[in-house]
């Protein structure tokens, strides 16, 4: 019944009823102009279908451009995401991938567009090349600011060559002696000299402002100092050369006089390049690549797939308006041919028009007016099958498009795994709420938070798990919240939480509802997890002006929090630049790690009852090029929160044990420092045997000590792994024995050989009498588990003869030997009051 009521009315079943009383010859005229229209139909829909095909493939050409400058994007704000890097060259491929499948289908449909299609190949292969340069570009800083190049190229030399020259100036004349007549010639020096390094300290003051800072009046300001201290500098050259002429310079200083004066001329002469390049736009060469590259690569790239687009929409407009010229003209040929049924003729028509021109002509509309994305859509009222037909096909499209849209707008706002808002997402609302928050003098917060030790989730259970946590994070921070705030996940274990119309008071409240939402255990399939989280506040506008100094200085604050062991901080601003220098130290100690530019000291360890050396304790150092001596502390703290340690403890124990071993001391022991962390890695021991092999040692003469608040963090654990060490032989010792809470059933179980005792009782035991206690009474406990004790920090000759009399095994500290370096050992050996098995020592 269906089928005949669909029947009943289509085109067909109606030209065959009126068709009906007509003559042969209208029916033979009738078939005819059936089959010239369903034809002209096909051929249409054919034409629409492959026409709907390409404009799929130039739409995941505009998709695929707008990725991949979102990726460079991020790429530009963290150029350590090697991700987005590769992001952005895998979304340019695939808009190229989809340019050459565009091309042979445009020879075929619009051979008049193909010169355009070849330009998008040809602008996507530019774009492509730019974008890899930009990247190369963002992640080199000479490249990324070209003045850093010429400072390094012209002017860092001449000031060797000036700082050279000035210094013989000043031996000699203090080699020759300072009368009343030298002593102010002296002082002349002395004062070129200084003006000379203000003159440098303010250059580079000037350099890291033009870097850091968009203060244009300050800029000014500095660069006018350095021209003023340019002009008084050789003011003053110029008089030393007056005196030169009378003759009262000594022979260096009027030979190197014309050097300083040359040296100086070229520095500013490197000084005037200096200034153009900051005074022009390229003193950034990734922005400039941005914006003259990139940035218009993108527009002719969308202008050029919108004109194709236009030009696919006015093809298919001219295939609904050949079809209509072909039923029109089917019609007209019928009609002649049957004047003498005009009535019938008439009615046909007005029927044709109605069930299918009037349909066409407004589907017609509707497509231009998507085309323009107007929602005011009129399609038609009176359908027929084949009308129908094509407005459902039109309607599926749009609400694909309008599906997809929204998805990509979507993707592009929010984390993929959490359904939070992401970084993109975060700044435009932060933008949005400063702007309210300064039309209504109002406050607003944003907090930074980094969950601690997620690391070590992931590392021990697997990222699924990991995955799970985050999830339930981005819930819990959700649910401690107004609907107004907004909770975004940054990446990887960092979240932030914007905070409109709160003042630092009340956020400081929301940080510890958040704190108690997160004292709940996470159940994580079998697991209970604790996840502890550090957050850093900062509030605008009292900490910042801006979006990207809210940002920076919430995260400054948040590490802080995370250094200091603390659930919350709330930045400081003299605690800025620290932050900084310490972000630098971590990616330096990364650098010196794969350079080999670490070192190790040794400090002896003596048997108190013989006085004979026993070993030697490794002690690692780093003498960084800006900062000086790093402490060993600060160093370990850095490689536990940025996951260097195991790497760092490999390389101790290698270098330790090659070092000894090159010594040639008989039976001379090596103590090295292991971590929790080298506990917890799965590969542990067998990288030390093979770093033991390669040494060739014997594990006997390796002393590996883990401090006494590691071994119990996981008791059951540390027995097991350290069981591995005891039965290869290694020698293992309790550190800072007596700093931690060791219980000692687990004590007695631990397969260790010494008990250090830490400095702190050592160095009050003589003044202490609770600190001396301690001391003899873990030295009888030792004795009693069958131990061997080892005291640190033995300052004095008392320290010594007390310890000894005690019955401590062995010792070390400043009265025994300073740490120190390999060969100086060797030679302390030769030359100090200990001896060893062998006094035959070489290097």
């Given at each position: 019944?269906?089928?005949?009521?669909?029947?009943?009315?289509?085109?067909?079943?109606?030209?065959?009823?009126?068709?009906?009383?007509?003559?042969?010859?209208?029916?033979?005229?009738?078939?005819?102009?059936?089959?010239?229209?369903?034809?002209?139909?096909?051929?249409?829909?054919?034409?629409?279908?492959?026409?709907?095909?390409?404009?799929?493939?130039?739409?995941?050409?505009?998709?695929?451009?707008?990725?991949?400058?979102?990726?460079?994007?991020?790429?530009?704000?963290?150029?350590?995401?090697?991700?987005?890097?590769?992001?952005?060259?895998?979304?340019?491929?695939?808009?190229?991938?989809?340019?050459?499948?565009?091309?042979?289908?445009?020879?075929?449909?619009?051979?008049?567009?193909?010169?355009?299609?070849?330009?998008?190949?040809?602008?996507?292969?530019?774009?492509?090349?730019?974008?890899?340069?930009?990247?190369?570009?963002?992640?080199?800083?000479?490249?990324?600011?070209?003045?850093?190049?010429?400072?390094?190229?012209?002017?860092?030399?001449?000031?060797?060559?000036?700082?050279?020259?000035?210094?013989?100036?000043?031996?000699?004349?203090?080699?020759?002696?300072?009368?009343?007549?030298?002593?102010?010639?002296?002082?002349?020096?002395?004062?070129?000299?200084?003006?000379?390094?203000?003159?440098?300290?303010?250059?580079?003051?000037?350099?890291?402002?033009?870097?850091?800072?968009?203060?244009?009046?300050?800029?000014?300001?500095?660069?006018?100092?350095?021209?003023?201290?340019?002009?008084?500098?050789?003011?003053?050259?110029?008089?030393?050369?007056?005196?030169?002429?009378?003759?009262?310079?000594?022979?260096?200083?009027?030979?190197?006089?014309?050097?300083?004066?040359?040296?100086?001329?070229?520095?500013?002469?490197?000084?005037?390049?200096?200034?153009?390049?900051?005074?022009?736009?390229?003193?950034?060469?990734?922005?400039?690549?941005?914006?003259?590259?990139?940035?218009?690569?993108?527009?002719?790239?969308?202008?050029?797939?919108?004109?194709?687009?236009?030009?696919?929409?006015?093809?298919?407009?001219?295939?609904?308006?050949?079809?209509?010229?072909?039923?029109?003209?089917?019609?007209?040929?019928?009609?002649?041919?049957?004047?003498?049924?005009?009535?019938?003729?008439?009615?046909?028509?007005?029927?044709?028009?109605?069930?299918?021109?009037?349909?066409?002509?407004?589907?017609?509309?509707?497509?231009?007016?998507?085309?323009?994305?107007?929602?005011?859509?009129?399609?038609?009222?009176?359908?027929?099958?084949?009308?129908?037909?094509?407005?459902?096909?039109?309607?599926?499209?749009?609400?694909?498009?309008?599906?997809?849209?929204?998805?990509?707008?979507?993707?592009?706002?929010?984390?993929?795994?959490?359904?939070?808002?992401?970084?993109?997402?975060?700044?435009?609302?932060?933008?949005?709420?400063?702007?309210?928050?300064?039309?209504?003098?109002?406050?607003?917060?944003?907090?930074?938070?980094?969950?601690?030790?997620?690391?070590?989730?992931?590392?021990?259970?697997?990222?699924?798990?990991?995955?799970?946590?985050?999830?339930?994070?981005?819930?819990?921070?959700?649910?401690?919240?107004?609907?107004?705030?907004?909770?975004?996940?940054?990446?990887?274990?960092?979240?932030?939480?914007?905070?409109?119309?709160?003042?630092?008071?009340?956020?400081?409240?929301?940080?510890?509802?958040?704190?108690?939402?997160?004292?709940?255990?996470?159940?994580?399939?079998?697991?209970?997890?604790?996840?502890?989280?550090?957050?850093?506040?900062?509030?605008?506008?009292?900490?910042?002006?801006?979006?990207?100094?809210?940002?920076?200085?919430?995260?400054?604050?948040?590490?802080?929090?995370?250094?200091?062991?603390?659930?919350?901080?709330?930045?400081?601003?003299?605690?800025?630049?620290?932050?900084?220098?310490?972000?630098?130290?971590?990616?330096?100690?990364?650098?010196?790690?794969?350079?080999?530019?670490?070192?190790?000291?040794?400090?002896?360890?003596?048997?108190?009852?013989?006085?004979?050396?026993?070993?030697?304790?490794?002690?690692?150092?780093?003498?960084?090029?800006?900062?000086?001596?790093?402490?060993?502390?600060?160093?370990?703290?850095?490689?536990?929160?940025?996951?260097?340690?195991?790497?760092?403890?490999?390389?101790?124990?290698?270098?330790?044990?090659?070092?000894?071993?090159?010594?040639?001391?008989?039976?001379?022991?090596?103590?090295?420092?292991?971590?929790?962390?080298?506990?917890?890695?799965?590969?542990?021991?067998?990288?030390?045997?093979?770093?033991?092999?390669?040494?060739?040692?014997?594990?006997?003469?390796?002393?590996?000590?883990?401090?006494?608040?590691?071994?119990?963090?996981?008791?059951?654990?540390?027995?097991?792994?350290?069981?591995?060490?005891?039965?290869?032989?290694?020698?293992?010792?309790?550190?800072?024995?007596?700093?931690?809470?060791?219980?000692?059933?687990?004590?007695?179980?631990?397969?260790?050989?010494?008990?250090?005792?830490?400095?702190?009782?050592?160095?009050?035991?003589?003044?202490?009498?609770?600190?001396?206690?301690?001391?003899?009474?873990?030295?009888?406990?030792?004795?009693?588990?069958?131990?061997?004790?080892?005291?640190?920090?033995?300052?004095?000759?008392?320290?010594?003869?007390?310890?000894?009399?005690?019955?401590?095994?062995?010792?070390?500290?400043?009265?025994?030997?300073?740490?120190?370096?390999?060969?100086?050992?060797?030679?302390?050996v030769d030359h100090g009051p200990y001896y060893t098995s062998s006094q035959e020592v070489n290097v």
């Amino acid at each position: 019944m269906l089928s005949l009521k669909r029947y009943f009315y289509s085109l067909r079943f109606r030209y065959a009823v009126s068709a009906g009383g007509l003559i042969v010859l209208i029916v033979l005229g009738a078939v005819f102009t059936y089959l010239s229209v369903n034809d002209a139909q096909e051929q249409t829909s054919r034409q629409l279908t492959q026409q709907n095909q390409v404009v799929d493939l130039m739409r995941n050409i505009q998709r695929n451009v707008l990725d991949s400058y979102i990726a460079i994007d991020a790429f530009l704000l963290q150029p350590s995401d090697q991700r987005q890097k590769e992001l952005a060259l895998q979304a340019i491929d695939a808009a190229s991938q989809a340019s050459n499948q565009i091309r042979p289908r445009f020879m075929e449909l619009f051979p008049g567009q193909i010169d355009r299609v070849e330009e998008v190949s040809e602008l996507l292969a530019s774009l492509r090349a730019q974008t890899v340069k930009l990247l190369e570009v963002r992640v080199n800083p000479t490249q990324q600011y070209p003045s850093l190049e010429v400072a390094a190229r012209v002017m860092r030399p001449n000031n060797d060559r000036f700082n050279n020259e000035i210094a013989l100036v000043l031996l000699e004349l203090r080699e020759e002696g300072l009368d009343a007549d030298s002593y102010e010639i002296f002082a002349h020096w002395v004062e070129v000299r200084h003006l000379w390094s203000q003159m440098l300290s303010m250059f580079r003051i000037y350099t890291a402002n033009r870097i850091g800072s968009f203060n244009e009046q300050t800029l000014i300001d500095q660069e006018n100092s350095v021209i003023s201290m340019y002009q008084t500098l050789m003011q003053r050259l110029e008089f030393m050369e007056e005196l030169d002429q009378q003759d009262l310079l000594g022979f260096q200083a009027s030979a190197s006089l014309p050097e300083m004066i040359q040296a100086l001329r070229n520095w500013y002469g490197g000084f005037i390049q200096v200034r153009e390049i900051h005074a022009g736009d390229g003193w950034r060469l990734d922005s400039k690549i941005m914006r003259d590259k990139i940035v218009p690569l993108l527009n002719r790239i969308s202008e050029l797939l919108a004109d194709l687009e236009s030009a696919l929409q006015t093809a298919a407009d001219s295939n609904v308006s050949k079809l209509s010229e072909s039923i029109s003209r089917q019609i007209y040929i019928l009609a002649f041919s049957t004047l003498t049924f005009l009535v019938v003729l008439v009615s046909m028509f007005v029927a044709t028009n109605r069930l299918v021109f009037t349909p066409i002509a407004q589907i017609v509309r509707a497509l231009k007016s998507e085309s323009f994305a107007k929602k005011s859509l009129v399609l038609p009222k009176i359908r027929s099958n084949e009308t129908e037909a094509l407005i459902d096909a039109f309607q599926e499209m749009s609400e694909r498009i309008q599906r997809r849209q929204n998805d990509l707008e979507y993707q592009a706002l929010h984390d993929a795994l959490s359904g939070l808002p992401n970084r993109t997402l975060l700044q435009e609302r932060i933008e949005y709420y400063i702007q309210l928050a300064q039309r209504d003098q109002k406050q607003l917060s944003l907090l930074m938070i980094d969950l601690d030790r997620f690391k070590e989730i992931n590392d021990t259970l697997g990222h699924h798990i990991g995955d799970q946590v985050l999830i339930e994070v981005g819930k819990r921070l959700r649910a401690s919240l107004r609907k107004i705030d907004t909770v975004a996940r940054l990446g990887g274990d960092e979240f932030a939480i914007l905070l409109p119309n709160s003042n630092l008071s009340q956020s400081e409240e929301v940080t510890k509802k958040i704190i108690d939402a997160m004292q709940m255990e996470f159940q994580a399939r079998e697991l209970r997890l604790s996840v502890d989280m550090s957050i850093g506040i900062a509030c605008f506008p009292d900490h910042c002006r801006d979006t990207a100094s809210l940002l920076q200085n919430a995260d400054i604050a948040m590490y802080d929090a995370k250094q200091n062991h603390r659930d919350y901080a709330i930045y400081d601003p003299e605690k800025d630049e620290y932050s900084l220098v310490r972000l630098e130290l971590i990616n330096d100690l990364k650098e010196a790690l794969g350079n080999d530019d670490l070192f190790l000291h040794y400090q002896p360890l003596v048997d108190l009852s013989c006085d004979r050396l026993y070993g030697v304790e490794a002690l690692l150092r780093w003498e960084h090029p800006q900062y000086g001596n790093i402490p060993a502390e600060q160093i370990i703290s850095m490689a536990e929160q940025t996951g260097l340690m195991n790497r760092l403890t490999y390389w101790v124990l290698n270098r330790a044990l090659q070092e000894v071993s090159a010594l040639h001391i008989p039976m001379l022991c090596v103590a090295v420092n292991i971590s929790v962390y080298n506990l917890r890695e799965t590969q542990f021991v067998e990288q030390v045997r093979e770093i033991l092999h390669d040494s060739g040692l014997a594990p006997q003469r390796v002393i590996l000590e883990i401090t006494e608040s590691a071994m119990m963090s996981n008791p059951l654990h540390a027995i097991e792994i350290l069981g591995e060490l005891d039965r290869m032989g290694f020698r293992l010792a309790v550190d800072d024995f007596g700093t931690g809470f060791s219980s000692l059933a687990y004590l007695k179980e631990l397969p260790v050989d010494e008990l250090k005792i830490d400095r702190s009782f050592i160095a009050n035991m003589t003044e202490d009498s609770s600190d001396d206690m301690i001391v003899r009474s873990t030295i009888e406990l030792a004795h009693n588990l069958n131990l061997r004790v080892v005291a640190e920090g033995i300052e004095t000759l008392e320290h010594y003869q007390l310890l000894s009399r005690y019955g401590c095994d062995f010792g070390q500290g400043y009265h025994i030997q300073k740490p120190c370096a390999a060969k100086q050992l060797v030679e302390w050996v030769d030359h100090g009051p200990y001896y060893t098995s062998s006094q035959e020592v070489n290097v």
